[in-house]
């Protein structure tokens, strides 16, 4: 495998690994997380592609307006659905752990709720898609095997996600969620290899958090 390939792993695991010591172990608040996220997913990814010319990352923001409408359009029937989900089946699951986990774990409260699923939903989106599919998908699908790539950024996806939300659910719903958050990757990835940006997979990402901050407003019972 080549060094910068190599290289990206490195940064994936370790990346990941910090992440979940800061959100599992550290807890130290969502704004200072937030800060070492930046850190973590976006300067850390910047630095290494500036040592590394065959490292690119300008080119994940190239701007396709055609495939920004039909990821909009894929966005908003996600938000459908995932809001269809929780109040069709939703009652089946138990969510009383959430709101706890959220308030204790990162300071996530009723008063401060809707900044964060503001940051959440266009902030937060933006950053992962960078990350798991800018800088590590479209560059190992690049210099490495394209079906490599597919299997190691949507597998970091959901495991990264399934890593903070431990806790929160029952056993069948965090194993429902780890396989929905593969699932997510996956076509994450399918859509950025076709318009090789990130712009596609972010919009639908950013859909799919307007849902989860949805149901997250109804379960702090902020309407």
Same mark, same amino acid.
């Given at each position: 495998?080549?060094? =910068?390939?190599?290289?990206?792993?490195?940064?994936?695991?370790?990346?990941?690994?910090?992440?979940?010591i800061?959100?599992?172990?550290?807890?130290? %608040?969502?704004?200072?997380?937030?800060?070492?996220?930046? *850190?973590i997913f976006?300067? *850390?990814?910047?630095?290494? +592609?500036?040592?590394?010319?065959?490292?690119?990352?300008?080119?994940?923001?190239?701007?396709?307006?055609?495939?920004?409408?039909?990821?909009?359009?894929?966005?908003?029937?996600?938000?459908? @659905?995932?809001?269809?989900?929780? /109040?069709?089946?939703?009652?089946?699951?138990? /969510? +009383?752990? *959430?709101?706890?986990?959220?308030? =204790?774990?990162? %300071?996530?409260?009723?008063d401060?709720?809707?900044?964060?699923?503001?940051?959440?939903?266009?902030?937060?989106?933006?950053?992962?898609?960078f990350? @798991?599919?800018?800088?590590? @998908?479209?560059?190992? +699908?690049r210099?490495?095997?394209?079906k490599?790539?597919?299997?190691?950024?949507s597998?970091?996806?959901?495991?990264?996600?399934?890593?903070?939300?431990? %806790?929160?659910?029952?056993?069948?719903?965090?194993?429902?969620?780890?396989? +929905?958050?593969?699932?997510?990757?996956?076509?994450?990835?399918?859509?950025?290899?076709?318009?090789?940006?990130?712009?596609?997979?972010?919009?639908?990402?950013?859909?799919?958090?307007?849902?989860?901050?949805? &149901?997250? &407003?109804?379960?702090?019972?902020?309407?």
């Open positions: 495998m080549r060094r =910068e390939c190599r290289g990206i792993l490195l940064i994936l695991v370790t990346g990941c690994l910090l992440m979940a800061i959100d599992g172990i550290w807890q130290p %608040g969502y704004a200072v997380k937030s800060v070492w996220k930046i *850190v976006l300067g *850390v990814p910047v630095l290494y +592609s500036l040592k590394n010319k065959d490292i690119r990352l300008i080119e994940v923001f190239s701007v396709k307006r055609k495939g920004i409408v039909t990821s909009i359009l894929i966005g908003i029937g996600v938000y459908a @659905f995932i809001l269809a989900c929780y /109040f069709t089946i939703g009652s089946y699951f138990d /969510f +009383s752990k *959430v709101t706890d986990a959220l308030s =204790e774990g990162v %300071g996530v409260t009723k401060n709720f809707i900044f964060v699923a503001i940051y959440i939903s266009f902030i937060n989106s933006l950053l992962e898609e990350f @798991f599919r800018g800088f590590v @998908f479209l560059n190992l +699908s210099l490495a095997d394209r490599f790539a597919y299997i190691v950024s597998f970091a996806f959901s495991v990264y996600h399934a890593a903070i939300m431990t %806790g929160w659910f029952s056993v069948w719903l965090f194993a429902l969620l780890l396989f +929905s958050l593969m699932a997510a990757g996956i076509i994450f990835n399918r859509l950025n290899e076709k318009q090789g940006n990130i712009y596609t997979s972010w919009f639908v990402h950013m859909f799919a958090n307007f849902a989860i901050n949805t &149901v997250g &407003v109804i379960l702090f019972k902020i309407i």
